[in-house]
């Protein structure tokens, strides 16, 4: 290990998550990066995780347990991690993901060579019953924030961020109940240039039936949540095409969740907002006078 080289914080959120967390932890801890610390954020699990976590701390000082007596959320849980972080650059993976073994290496190389404070990658993503794939995220770099507040961003299991860049924004905003890491992206890109690494540091885990992003309503607040938040950034920046299209996939989240009064009231507001687009204009105007000319 170079002696120059930041201590890295990983902070794991676990609730309930006994029998997947092992795999998760020995996935950091087998990290050709070395000066790393692993910080488990119980968030008041009623299962065996802290047994779990306490036979790895057994055989790795590097790994460290925190815990909530209630349980408030995973963002809750990933703050506390943060405030108990010791390292320069703070981690982040979920409990049930698994990262690849050069995951922290290609990012605090890539990080401290571009001179940025927040940094995420590439990604594979295990659907069930099939071998992992290329998980697509979009390649944002420098200044990103009319780029994140137009299209989800960033994951937390990606990320790699300086505690400081953190600790500015106030942590994370634990009242977001999903696309969490979306929001976090959003608040750092007003502060921050990021960088992007393009090799995939992770696999992220689409076959838990418990996870945040597998709940569509949930999935549909936390997007209604967000964009109360950027509504008029997003407009002055992207215009009525951008409004359109979050409505749009508000309303399918609640589709797919069966929340049909909210399904249609974000549908309508959806098309509304189409109209008033410029470009949806100008192609209903190049359409009418084409069937003119015929």
């Not at 996935?27 to 692993?38: G, R």
């Not at 937390?156 to 009242?175: C, P």
Request: glycine fraction near 6%.
């Amino acid at each position: 290990m170079n002696s120059k080289e930041p201590l890295v914080s990983v902070v794991v959120p676990a609730y309930n998550r006994a029998q997947k967390l092992e795999a998760a932890i020995k996935s950091i801890q087998a990290q050709t990066y070395s000066n790393l610390e692993v910080i488990i954020a119980d968030d008041g699990s009623q299962d065996d995780t802290k047994a779990v976590v306490q036979r790895l701390m057994a055989g790795d000082s590097r790994v460290r347990y925190v815990h909530h007596e209630i349980n408030q959320g995973a963002q809750a849980a990933r703050n506390t991690g943060i405030r108990a972080a010791k390292g320069e650059w703070i981690a982040f993976l979920d409990s049930d993901d698994a990262w690849l073994p050069e995951s922290l290496r290609l990012r605090v190389d890539r990080a401290l060579a571009e001179n940025v404070d927040v940094i995420y990658s590439g990604a594979m993503i295990r659907y069930e019953g099939k071998s992992p794939e290329v998980y697509h995220l979009p390649e944002w770099r420098g200044n990103i924030y009319t780029k994140v507040i137009s299209r989800e961003g960033p994951m937390f299991q990606s990320l790699l961020v300086r505690k400081a860049a953190l600790e500015k924004i106030g942590l994370l905003d634990e009242n977001i109940t999903a696309y969490q890491e979306w929001d976090t992206a959003i608040r750092l890109a007003k502060h921050y240039q990021f960088g992007f690494e393009p090799e995939p540091t992770f696999i992220y885990d689409y076959t838990s039936k418990d996870a945040i992003s597998r709940d569509c309503v949930r999935a549909g607040r936390g997007y209604e949540q967000i964009l109360k938040k950027i509504f008029w950034d997003a407009l002055w920046t992207s215009g009525p095409g951008t409004i359109a299209f979050h409505y749009e996939r508000m309303a399918n989240w609640f589709k797919d969740g069966g929340d049909s009064d909210s399904w249609r009231r974000y549908q309508g507001r959806a098309k509304l907002w189409k109209l008033l687009s410029p470009r949806d204009v100008l192609g209903k105007l190049r359409g009418l006078l084409a069937s003119r000319k015929n």
